[in-house]
C-alpha cells in the first residue's frame, strides 16, 4: 500500500507539473471509483495538490477538491502529450504499459492533451468530489500527520496514553496520529528499540520521545528515498520507483541481522499485517 512518503512523492512530482491546468474533460471508467458530479470539475483549473495523511488534494478554481485516496493498490500516472510519463503508486506494469490499462478507473483529461490515469487493480481507492464543508469532515477522522510541525511531543504521549492497544497497532490508527503505515511504523519501534506487542500506555515519558523522534525520522528518509518499492521488476523504472527500501531497518529483513545489535529479526502477526522486530534490542 502507498504510505505517507510514496503519497507525498507523487504529490511532489504532480504539483510542478498539473497546478494551472484547465480540465476538459473526465472519463469514469467504473462507477465506484469517482464520486460526486463530474461535471463540476469541466472547465475548472487545478490550483494546488496537497496532501493529508495519506489523501491528496486536487483543488480546483470553483472551490471544489477532487480528494484521492490510493489504498491498496492505487497509482496516478500523468501521461504528458509527448509521452513523458510522472507520477506513482503501487508498483505494476501499469507504470510502463499502454494506458488506458485494464485497470484504469478514472481519466482526467486537460486541455493541453496531457492526461492523468488513475489505475487500480483492487478497487479500493476512489477519488471523491468535496466541498470545503465536506474536505474538512473527510479530514476530521485523522490525526495530526506524524511528520506535522504542528504535533508536539506532549500531544503524542496524551494520544499514547489513553490506549492499552500493542503500541504497533496504535500508531497505526489514522485516527491517533495519521500517516504512518507498516512500513515506517515497524522501522520506527526498531530505532527507538521497543517492542511491538507492548501496551502503548506502558511506554516510560523516555520511550515516547524516542518513538517520536525515531517515527518523524525514517518518515522523513521515506520522502528523501521518494518512498518504498519492494517488486523487483520496478525498483529502477526511472522516475517511479523509491529506494528507501534499500535501507529499512526491519521490515521484509526476517532473519537477517537486527542493525542495532546484531540479532536476528523475526516475524509475527499483529491485527492482520506482518509485523518485523529484534527480539535482541526491542524490549
Known sequence: MPELPEVETI????????VGKKISNLEVRRARSFQGDSSLVLNQQILAVKRRAKLLQLQL???????????MTGQLILVQADGNRVGGGHPTADWTASLPSTHTRVIIEFADGD???????RVFGWLKLADPAAVAAEFAKYGPDINDPGLKLDLFKLKLSKTRRPIKLALLDSALVAGLGNIY??????LAKINPVRPANSLKSAEIELLFKAAQHVISRGIALNGTTFDGKFVDVSGFAGHYQDEALVYARENQPCKNCGALVIKIRQGGRGTYYCKGCQI
Open 185 to 190: 511504523v515497524c522501522d520506527a519501534l526498531n
Open 115 to 121: 492526461k492523468l490515469f488513475f489505475n487500480d487493480q
Open 61 to 71: 478554481s470553483n472551490g471544489q477538491t477532487i480528494l484521492v485516496h490510493l489504498k
Open 11 to 18: 504529490r511532489r512530482r504532480l504539483s510542478e507539473l498539473i
